[in-house]
């Protein structure tokens, strides 16, 4: 079993940043992918960033392209993403999400195998 505990979302104003933190724990072992995912309201689910956990390649949404970043502390066993210049389209509940699928490309979306509970993030004026 995996544990995936998600936290740092909060409301601010567009252009403003957040750093978001999901906390891994259980058997990690033979992951390859981990990722964020957001969920607008009324909307589904959609990928945000994936790391690799073999190598750190990382791949993003076009519509998140330049303003946030993934990253990974192996050594705390916690994801991040760096949020800067919000938008009020980045209104969602951020989820992160572990894989194990052995892929070069960031899985599909049903590979995923674990899902952390959801930071709420609300970018409004």
């Known amino acids: 079993q995996v544990q995936l505990v998600e936290s740092g979302g909060g409301s601010v104003p567009p252009g403003g940043s957040l750093r978001l933190s999901c906390a891994a724990s259980?058997?990690?072992?033979?992951?390859?992918?981990m990722g964020w995912f957001r969920q607008p309201p009324g909307k589904e689910r959609e990928g945000v960033a994936s790391i690799a956990i073999a190598g750190g390649s990382t791949n993003y949404a076009d519509s998140v392209k330049g303003r946030f970043t993934i990253s990974e502390d192996r050594a705390k066993n916690t994801l991040y993403l760096q949020m800067n210049n919000l938008r009020p389209e980045d209104t969602a509940m951020y989820y992160c999400?572990?894989?194990?699928?052995?892929?070069?490309?960031?899985?599909?979306?049903?590979?995923?195998?674990?899902w952390g509970q959801g930071t709420q993030v609300t970018v409004s004026s």
């Open positions: 259980g058997y990690l072992t033979g992951r390859n992918w």
């Open positions: 999400a572990v894989a194990y699928t052995d892929t070069h490309v960031p899985p599909a979306m049903w590979e995923w195998s674990y």
